[in-house]
């Protein structure tokens, strides 16, 4: 933008207002040149936000509402939106006549946005193996809680260490990651007694020992 007299850039913005129509909005702004002084207007039109329908994931639940995005506007798998259920993190978009999902597309092009939670505690889950036998939790942490590969955890009555972390992503057998993208955790018990951290306050959900069924 310049100065249609002196032709510098150099624009200072006095004034601004939006004038808005049923299918547009229109940016003016009352503009003052720095070099010569010269006052003048410029205009910006952008179409109204559309409303696009929102799934949000709550620890196995979901709710759905809709969320007002510009047409023009390129939404992301990891973006955060702000809806009237609060903040809630892109997981994955999908595309109008089709039920194809994708990471990243225009907003015009969107059907359905789905993402979860980020104002609730992230729930994961445990898996400890005792010799094929399996004991399974789900915790609720803090979402930037970081879980090491190696970690000692003292859950109840029992004591294991992290050997694998799956995350949305990928499996981990070195490393650590947040709460806010572990789906599980897998150990073994240990016998000593020393532990990381206790996450016996942190039970959302206790299920019946599992035995490994023999492949053959």
């Known amino acids: 933008m310049e100065c249609p007299i002196c032709n510098n850039k150099n624009i200072e913005t006095l004034k601004s207002k939006i004038i808005s129509s049923k299918t547009s909005e229109i940016n003016e702004y009352l503009l003052g040149c720095e070099e010569c002084g010269h006052v003048f207007k410029e205009y910006a039109t952008f179409e ?19 969320v007002d995005i510009y047409p023009d506007d390129k939404l992301n798998t990891g973006d955060i939106l702000i ?13 109008k006549n089709s039920n194809k999902r994708v990471k990243s597309a225009i907003a015009k092009d969107i059907v359905t946005i789905w993402a979860s939670s980020i104002d609730i505690p992230s729930r994961i889950g445990i898996s400890i193996n005792f010799k094929g036998i399996t004991q399974a939790y ?5 979402r930037e809680f970081r879980i090491y590969v190696d ?6 009555d029992i004591i294991f260490k992290v050997n694998v972390i799956k995350t949305l992503k990928k499996k981990m057998i070195r490393g650590s990651a947040k709460a806010s993208v572990i789906r599980r955790v897998y150990g073994e018990p240990v016998k000593y007694k020393r532990f990381d951290h206790d996450l016996t306050n942190k039970i959302a959900v206790k299920k019946e020992n599992k035995k490994r069924q023999k492949k053959g």
């Open 138 to 142: 789900k915790v609720d942490l803090d």
């Open 83 to 95: 809806s009237d259920l609060g903040q809630s993190e892109i997981r994955s978009i999908e595309l």
């Open 151 to 156: 970690d000692t955890i003292k859950i109840e």
């Open 48 to 66: 109204k936000p559309k409303p696009i329908r929102l799934i949000i994931s709550e620890n196995g639940s979901s709710k759905r509402t809709n």
